[in-house]
């Protein structure tokens, strides 16, 4: 059954696809440009919804917008790298520094996964999805997207906890898990 997309509440839409995006592309100035973009795009004509919900349209709109600008990109000439021993610039509207540092870690980690795990863990995690409606999202099966969950939250937690000398920290602890049930309901499929 086929329903045109509901423009009038994409706004109710907004904060969970900026946050996917930030998870995407792993900076909240690229994540902001890549949400406007792909709006841009979504209202630019008349959409119809055939499976799901406007939230998953989206967020598919908002991969794929983000995949055409990666390819975009790769074409382009590179520019010389900035220096490594650049100073970090505190966010003035972060109210814990250390949060807003950390969240960029985590979100930077998701943004250096491959692109079948993180397109999972951004639906599921990011964005707040079912593991039924990533699956019809991403067309995959709910199974698959709760092997790749897991196995994309282990990445995260590892590349997390190799960053840097910086003590261990709250949100560094929530996002590790004290034991792999803790992830999903049912246990994980077996490694492939």
Sequence with gaps: ???????????????????????LSGSREDAEDLVQETYAR?????????????LGYLLGALRNTFLTQKRTESRRLRPVALPDDL????????????AALEAGEVYAAIAELPHTFRDVLVAVDVAGLSYNETARA????????????????????????????RSRSPLK????PAKEEQWFAAPPSPQR
């Excluded at 059954?1 to 998870?23: F, I, N, S, V």
């Excluded at 709910?142 to 995260?156: C, D, H, I, K, N």
Aim: charged share 35%; aromatic share 6%; hydrophobic share 35%.
């Design 87 to 98: 100073d970090f610039v505190a966010d003035p509207r972060a109210t814990q520094p250390h």
């Design 138 to 165: 991403l067309g995959l099966r709910e199974g698959t997207v709760m092997s790749r969950l897991y196995r994309a939250r282990q990445q995260v937690v590892r590349r997390v906890d190799g960053i840097g000398a």
């Design 42 to 54: 979504v209202l630019k004509r008349p959409r119809l919804i055939r499976y799901g919900d406007d």
């Design 1 to 23: 059954m086929e329903r045109p997309l509901d423009t009038a509440r994409l706004g109710d839409h907004l904060d969970r696809l900026y946050r996917a995006a930030w998870a």
């Design 173 to 176: 602890e929530q996002c590790k």
